[in-house]
C-alpha cells in the first residue's frame, strides 16, 4: 500500500493517517488548509483533539499550472528540516514521517503559532523575533560554510540538494522575469505600469548588475540555504518561532537568504508607512536592525570557531562577513522588484486597498530595491535605515 504515488484528496489522506500513524487509527478529521503556491496541506485531528500535518507535494504548482515540477522537493524539504534540527531543534518544526514514495511527510501540527505575514499585517509586534531568526539564520547558514563544515560532508551535501527545479523557479522569477517579462506573466498594477517600464524595464545599467548577481546565484555555494525565507515561511507567537518550507534549499549565496527575509520586512514597513501606522513603522525599523545586528555578531562568533580547526585569519573572517552582507541588500533589492512586479506577490502590498496608497507602496519599494542593487556602498543595515529613511519623505512620480 502507498508503493506508488498519487495526489492524496481529504479522504485519502484520512486512511494514509489512520495507516500510518500511531494514536490516529481511529475516528479523523481532515482538512485542507494549505495557502502556499506550490503544494497541499493536510490537517488531521483524531478523537481525543490531537492533530498532525500531512504535506503532500503534487506534480504541478498551486499557483499556476504551468510550473511542472519534481515531487521530490518534498524530500528536500524534509531533509533541509532535518538537518536544521541539528543546528537549531526549537526554531523548525518536528519531522513525524518521511513516505518518499508518496512524496509527502508528517509533521508537528503547529496549531499554537501564525503565520508571520498574516500577524505583520495586523501590526503585531513580537520581542524575540530578532534574537530567535538571527540565530536560525547564523547557526544554519554558517555552521554548513566550507569554514565549519568538513569539506567531504559539504560536498555531501551540495549533492543530497542539488534543486534543479526550483531553483530554476528563483532564476526565473527573482532574477529575469521583472526586468525582462520574457514569460509575459508579469502583473503590473494599475497606474504603476509607466512608472515600471521606465524605471526597470528601460534601466540597462541595472538589468547589468541583476545579471551579474543572477550569475553568483548560479554559481556560489556558500552554505546550505532555506532557499525561500520569507515572512510566510516563519511561524510565530509571542514566545517564539519555527521557520518552515525550506523545499527551496540548495547550496547557494548566503546573503540570498537574509536578503529575502530583510525585503519581507520591509514589505512590513511599506505597509505600515501606507496605513499611517508610524509607531508599527518605527517597531519594523528596530526589528531589522536588532535582526542584523545580531546576525553579524552570532555569525562573527560561529566564524570565528572555525580558527581552532584551520588557519583562518580574522581579515578573512572580515571579508567573508561583508560579502554577505553586500549581497543581503543587493539581493533585499531583488526580492521587493520581483515582488512588485512579478507573478508571485506578497499579500502585505497587494491587500492595500487604497488605490493611490499602493502605488506610493510599490514605488517606495522600487525605488529601495534599485538603490540596494545599483549601489554598491548599501553595505551595512545602518546604510539601508538611511535608505529607508530618505523614502519615508520622498515623493516619487
Ligand atoms: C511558482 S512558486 C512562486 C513562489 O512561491 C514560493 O514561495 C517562492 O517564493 C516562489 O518564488
Ligand atoms: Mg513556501
Known amino acids: 500500500m502507498y508503493s506508488n504515488y498519487f495526489l492524496m484528496n481529504n479522504e485519502d489522506v484520512k486512511k494514509y493517517v489512520q495507516a500510518k500513524i500511531e494514536g490516529f487509527s481511529g475516528e479523523v478529521q481532515c482538512q485542507e488548509i494549505g495557502d502556499g503556491n506550490l503544494n497541499y496541506v493536510f490537517r488531521v485531528t483524531n478523537a481525543s483533539g490531537a492533530s498532525i500535518i500531512v504535506k503532500q507535494a503534487g506534480p504541478q504548482a498551486r499557483i499556476s499550472e504551468s510550473f511542472v ?3 521530490d522537493r518534498n524530500r528536500i524539504e524534509t531533509e533541509a528540516l532535518l538537518l536544521e534540527a541539528e543546528y537549531t531543534p526549537d526554531l523548525v ?15 508537528e501540527d503547529l496549531r499554537d503559532f501564525e503565520i508571520m505575514r498574516k500577524d505583520l499585517m495586523t501590526f503585531k509586534t513580537f520581542d524575540h523575533f530578532a534574537d530567535n531568526i538571527s540565530t536560525f539564520m547564523a547557526e544554519n547558514l554558517i555552521r554548513t560554510t566550507d569554514f565549519l563544515m568538513n569539506p567531504i560532508k559539504k560536498k555531501q551535501l551540495q549533492k543530497q540538494f542539488i534543486n534543479p527545479e526550483l531553483c530554476e523557479i528563483t532564476e526565473h522569477l527573482v532574477y529575469t522575469e521583472p526586468y525582462i517579462d520574457f514569460k509575459k506573466q508579469n502583473i503590473l498594477t494599475k497606474g504603476n505600469e509607466e512608472f515600471i517600464h521606465n524605471f526597470v524595464y528601460n534601466d540597462k545599467e541595472l538589468h547589468i548588475k541583476v545579471a551579474k548577481l543572477k550569475q553568483q546565484f548560479l554559481t556560489q555555494g556558500q552554505a546550505l540555504l532555506h532557499g525561500d525565507l520569507h515572512t510566510g515561511s516563519i511561524f510565530i507567537n509571542e514566545k517564539a ?35 499611517n501606522e508610524s509607531a508599527y513603522v518605527h517597531w519594523i525599523e528596530e526589528a531589522l536592525v ?36 553586500r549581497d543581503t541588500f543587493a539581493i533585499a ?17 497587494t491587500t492595500i486597498n487604497h488605490k493611490e496608497a499602493r502605488i506610493l507602496a510599490e514605488r517606495r519599494g522600487l525605488s529601495i530595491a534599485k538603490e540596494c542593487i545599483k549601489n554598491e556602498a548599501i553595505t551595512s543595515i545602518s546604510r539601508y535605515m538611511q535608505l529607508l529613511l530618505k523614502y519615508k519623505g520622498e515623493v516619487l512620480v
Request: glycine share 4%.
Open 69 to 71: 515540477l519534481s515531487t
Open 93 to 107: 518544526p518536528k519531522i513525524i514521517l518521511f513516505d518518499q514514495a508518496m512524496s509527502c511527510c508528517v509533521m
Open 241 to 275: 518561532l519555527k521557520v518552515i518550507d525550506p523545499e527551496f534549499a540548495f547550496y547557494g549565496p548566503i546573503g540570498y537568504d537574509v536578503g529575502n527575509l530583510v525585503a519581507n520586512l520591509t514589505f512590513s514597513w511599506l505597509r505600515a508607512l501606507a496605513f
Open 290 to 325: 536588532e535582526t542584523m545586528e545580531k546576525f553579524e555578531f552570532k555569525s562573527r562568533a560561529i566564524l570565528k570557531e572555525s580558527s581552532e580547526q584551520f588557519t583562518v585569519y580574522e581579515e578573512v573572517v572580515e571579508e567573508f562577513l561583508a560579502s554577505v552582507l
Open 333 to 349: 533589492g531583488l526580492e521587493m522588484n520581483r515582488r512588485i512586479i512579478g507573478l508571485a506577490k506578497v499579500a502585505d502590498i
